[in-house]
């Protein structure tokens, strides 16, 4: 069951957000150690001041087993400024700003490849306004990036420097925001 939810909803429930996103995380083939703790303290409540803060979640018998989240990104904030830094002038006036701005995809390990990403991202973006979507994700052949190709976004830049790629995804919604 997929449920869409504001940022009361998203807070209520910060700490089975965290864990979650560090089981996802620390699966094989991730890099760094997840931090739970920092996610349903910092990095969530900060992501959900921001504006149009949309939060997908799946359950299972009750259980979280994944969500996906995101808002709209604007310069001046820490990770449009960063990407536009990394890319042509060019690019950067046309993607970034007033993107909708994917900060996560979040599966259980023990719930993944049965297609809830697919679902969960289908969720995240279904009736948003922008016109263009944005993400960052490895740079090298992981589940993650073939999920996103499959999905119908396009890699911008395939090596931010970083070990990440830049996808976007143009949503053909009419600009008006």
Known sequence: MIDVLDRTAALAIAPELGEVFAAAFSAPGYDDEP??????????????????FRLVTARADG????????????????????IAEAVSAELADAWIGGHFEVVELAVRPDAQRNGLGTELMTALLSGLPHRRALLTTYSDDRPAPRLYRRLGWQVLVPDLGWGSALYGLDRGVPEGR
Do not use: S
């Open 35 to 52: 931090d739970a703790e920092h996610f349903a303290t910092d990095q969530l409540p900060t992501h959900a001041d921001r504006e149009d």
């Open 63 to 82: 259980r979280l087993t994944g969500f996906a989240y995101g808002f709209t990104g604007r310069r001046g904030q820490w990770w449009p400024d960063r």
